[in-house]
């Protein structure tokens, strides 16, 4: 507690930190001060070695002789946006292979993709595509993920939820449509938020909530498949129109999720029906909070103290059915990802303290052999004996790498240059127009 309190100069802080984390391994081409930028270069030889060439097209598979797989969790989209990562921190081909990886999104979509969620599914191919296209200005990528997000559009999803359903779509449109300036997209995205309100369900404690499909008997309340996402886009789409009915639900929903919690800091189990807490993204705190977050920056200030509550659950640990899990979604990754978007929206050196510490534990896990890093681990808690490395974003190396880029440039005084629709905590100074 009182160290939390304590807020070091930037000097010191950066110092002590390079002299105390430096990996064995860490005086490569880098030299020692960067050990968060080589571990993640490293990373990028480990999913090189695994790169297959078809023509212009590149594919990763999801792990060393798996299947290939093209949505964001954890395909080529994922490993596209580390290459644009790896780009801007310097690395020479990057570029060349995102496109690659983007020819290869492009061919998969003309197959007919049938799925139109935002991490599984075309609107996550067309938010990466439009990234590409942002970096390297070659015309074919934004023709693609423009048509692309004009097919989600076409074809929205049943499911409530930011992986497959409504909210994460929502959220691509909206940010695509502030980006591409194309009012069609902005109306896409006040459509999901029109269904989401049909789909809210009254609660017993004076909240909503949605579950994540029709018929669904049991609720899960995170940010991944549940209220917690959904609240996230509601707040956030009336940021971007002004529109009373979707903060009032979002609202609701932020009431709900109060009510379902326990202790003194925010803990919601996975499920009402049982009692198994996760601390990541998919079903913990680190999730819970961007709806916290969003529903702050829209009722100003009121829902400050729930954020905070999240991030004291996480950084204190206890209570949780945490696994060997390094990954954005469920593990370390995600819960940096974290800790980097509170010193981003506060400023304060507290989070970024425990920030360090978490990519310090991540760099340590990683395993390493001929100069490549990868971490395998369990993407399933009820699957623990289930190891693998992967390649992809929310549970591989691609997403490890990318937040230790991140950790890298925020210790170098710059900000987190990737970014991710469904991330309230960068919006909207972080946007980069045309
Ligand atoms: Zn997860």
């Not at 968060?36 to 002789?65: C, M, Q």
């Not at 079903?283 to 103290?305: I, K, M, Y």
């Not at 980097?340 to 990683?366: I, M, P, T, Y």
Request: proline share 4%; with cysteine; aromatic share 8%.
């Amino acid at each position: 507690m009182k160290d939390e309190e304590s807020i070091l100069s930037r000097r010191s802080f950066l110092g002590a930190g390079a002299r105390a984390t430096a990996p064995p391994w860490a005086a490569g081409v880098f030299g020692t001060g960067r050990p968060y930028k080589e571990a993640a270069f490293r990373a990028a030889r480990w999913i090189d070695s695994l790169e297959i060439h078809r023509g212009v097209n590149t594919i990763w598979p999801i792990s060393p002789g798996a299947s290939v797989s093209f949505d964001l969790y954890s395909g080529i989209p994922g490993v596209v946006l580390f290459q644009l990562a790896l780009s801007k921190a310097g690395s020479r081909d990057a570029l060349t292979r995102a496109m690659a990886g983007a020819n290869t999104l492009i061919e998969h979509i003309a197959s007919g993709e049938t799925k139109s969620g935002l991490y599984v599914g075309i609107a996550g191919i067309s938010w990466t595509l439009e990234r590409v296209y942002q970096q390297s200005r070659v015309a074919v990528y934004r023709d693609h993920a423009r048509l692309a997000a004009r097919t989600a559009l076409e074809s929205l999803p049943n499911e409530t939820d930011v992986v497959f359903g409504l909210a994460g779509v929502g959220y691509m449109l909206l940010r695509m449509s502030e980006s591409v300036g194309d009012s069609a997209l902005l109306d896409g995205a006040v459509t999901c938020g029109e269904r989401l309100l049909d789909r809210a369900q009254e609660t017993d404690d004076g909240g909503v909530r949605w579950l994540m499909r029709s018929g669904d008997e049991v609720e899960m309340p995170g940010f991944s498949h549940g209220t917690a996402g959904v609240v996230a886009y509601l707040a956030t789409l009336y940021q971007a129109t002004g529109s009373e009915r979707f903060l009032s639900a979002a609202s609701a929903g932020g009431r709900h999720l109060i009510a379902l919690s326990e202790g003194d800091d925010c803990m919601i189990p996975r499920k009402p029906t049982e009692r198994i807490f996760y601390s990541g993204w998919c079903h913990g705190p680190v999730g819970t909070a961007r709806a916290f977050h969003a529903l702050n920056v829209a009722e100003g200030g009121r829902w400050a103290d729930w954020v905070v509550k999240c991030a004291k659950a996480v950084r204190k640990g206890v209570g949780f059915e945490d696994w060997n899990n390094f990954g954005l979604c469920c593990g370390l990754a995600g819960k940096l990802a974290f800790f980097l978007d509170l010193f981003a929206a506060s400023g304060s050196q507290n989070w970024l303290v425990v920030a360090k510490r978490l990519g310090d534990e991540l760099v340590r896990g990683a395993v390493s052999s001929d100069g490549e890093l990868c971490w395998p681990h369990a993407e399933h808690r009820v699957k623990p004996s289930e190891i693998v490395a992967q390649s992809g974003l929310m549970q591989g190396a691609s997403g490890i790498g990318l937040t230790l880029l991140q950790l890298d440039a925020v210790l170098g005084g710059e900000s987190a240059s990737t970014y991710l629709p469904d991330n309230p905590f960068l919006y909207p100074n972080n946007i980069n127009p045309e």
